[in-house]
């Protein structure tokens, strides 16, 4: 009986090295759902304050427990998955979402809508790690750019909240929050042709680490203590933009609402530009960093931001539509840059990588979110502004990262 993926089967698959499209395509689509459904979250905050009446601090705790939920447990995820990958994972992650979906539709107060959103949050840490997982096995020679296509459908699905504000939850209310069950259920359905191409190149995958093994080309890792060095100053790069990013995505629309006189509805523009032009920015990113390098595009990345991130909160209304544009599509573009630098320092552990940036250091925006929210109650939205307007420069830090790394995994 013979088994089954043979020998030659792997050697003729391990010969084609280029990036699949088709599989990015698919997996950055179930991204996109996948983080549209956190969107419908933030894109309720505006219904559930009026409607269950939540101060501005419940919002924040809503947001923390969406983000330290699926946060916490990415890296868990990851690790579990570099040793054992589990591709059936990933369809069970997008049931997860689907009950949260629900949940969140029909939640009567604040600690119902808390046990939703736990939901959605299992649901997206079981995703995140071994999506990257996919995205490393597709990309070929091209991972900062695999990696940005990615990104920018996760990107893309934050970006349709506001949209979602202004068009389903302001009109129809929180029960609108049901559609959100079809996007899962349309995500799994791509999973479905996703699943057995991921268990076919983890066996092809295997087959060249075992190659090189044997071959003795593998190259000898960096030390512990510099990993752990670089990985300390990635966090705090990656706190930076998640507790900006939190300040912006939370309560930005509440701020202008207070500061400029808009309406909620018109307040969703900015917010609206700022993650749009993040898509551009994420996409661009990943194309730039396979030229110029991680280190430099992380570089442009969070200190290009740095001016207009301080000049925002100081504006007149009309300049601040171009300005958050500019700051959206500086500020995402080394977003997904900063998760191949991880994966690049560390070699075969794509899926724990993958969960300690996207997880556990971006989930620092849930801890924002949450004191923001407290300072936002007990000062005020400007004052909350103003302070996470420095937060950018932290990318100072970038400049103590080790060179790139790049090594096959």
């Known amino acids: 009986m013979s088994a089954p993926l043979t020998t030659s089967v792997i050697n003729k698959e391990a010969i084609k090295s280029a990036t699949v499209y088709s599989i990015l395509i698919c997996i950055s689509s179930v991204h996109l759902m996948n983080d549209m459904m956190q969107s419908v979250v933030s894109a309720l905050f505006p219904v559930l304050e009026q409607s269950l009446r939540l101060s501005l601090a419940q919002i924040g705790w809503i947001a923390f427990t969406l983000n330290m939920t699926s946060s916490v447990m990415q890296p868990v995820v990851g690790l579990i998955s570099d040793k054992r990958p589990a591709p059936w994972m990933l369809p069970v992650g997008m049931f997860s979402s689907m009950i949260g979906m629900a949940g969140l539709a029909f939640a009567p107060n604040f600690y119902m809508v808390l046990l939703a959103v736990v939901f959605v949050g299992l649901g997206s840490a079981v995703f995140h790690p071994e999506g990257s997982r996919v995205v490393h096995l597709a990309a070929g020679p091209r991972r900062a750019f695999s990696q940005s ?3 920018v459908g996760g990107n893309f699905g934050q970006m349709l909240g506001p949209l979602m504000t202004m068009l ?12 959100g069950t079809l996007l899962a259920a349309a995500a799994i359905i791509i999973l479905i042709k996703v ?5 076919t190149h983890l066996a092809v995958q295997d087959g060249k680490r075992q190659q090189r093994k044997a071959a003795g080309s593998m190259k000898a890792a960096l030390s512990p203590k510099v990993v752990g060095f670089a990985l300390a100053i990635l966090f705090a790069i990656v706190f930076a933009r998640s507790w900006y990013a939190a300040a912006i995505g939370n309560f930005y629309q509440f701020y202008v609402v207070e500061t400029y006189g808009l309406s909620i509805k018109h307040a969703q523009i900015p917010l609206f530009l700022f993650m749009a032009a993040g898509v551009a920015g994420t996409f661009l990113g990943g194309i730039l960093a396979d030229r110029i390098g991680r280190k430099k595009m992380m570089l442009l ?7 207009f991130a301080l000049a925002l909160p100081h504006l007149p209304l009309p300049m601040v539509y171009p300005l958050i544009v500019l700051l959206g599509f500086i500020l995402q573009s080394g977003f997904s840059v900063s998760v191949v630098y991880a994966q690049e320092l560390m070699p075969g552990k794509v899926g724990t990588a993958s969960g300690l940036i996207t997880g556990l250091a971006f989930g620092m925006g849930g801890l924002g979110a949450v004191v923001l929210g407290y300072l936002a109650d007990s000062r005020s939205l400007s004052f909350v502004m103003a302070a996470c307007s420095v937060l950018p420069l932290i990318g100072l830090l970038a400049f103590m990262l080790p060179k790139d790394r790049r090594e096959a995994a």
């Open 149 to 151: 296509i990615y990104q």
């Open 195 to 199: 699943v057995p191409w991921y268990k």
């Open 168 to 179: 389903i939850f302001l009109p129809f209310g929180q029960k609108g929050a049901i559609w």
């Open 301 to 307: 990345s969070i200190l290009g931001a740095a001016p």
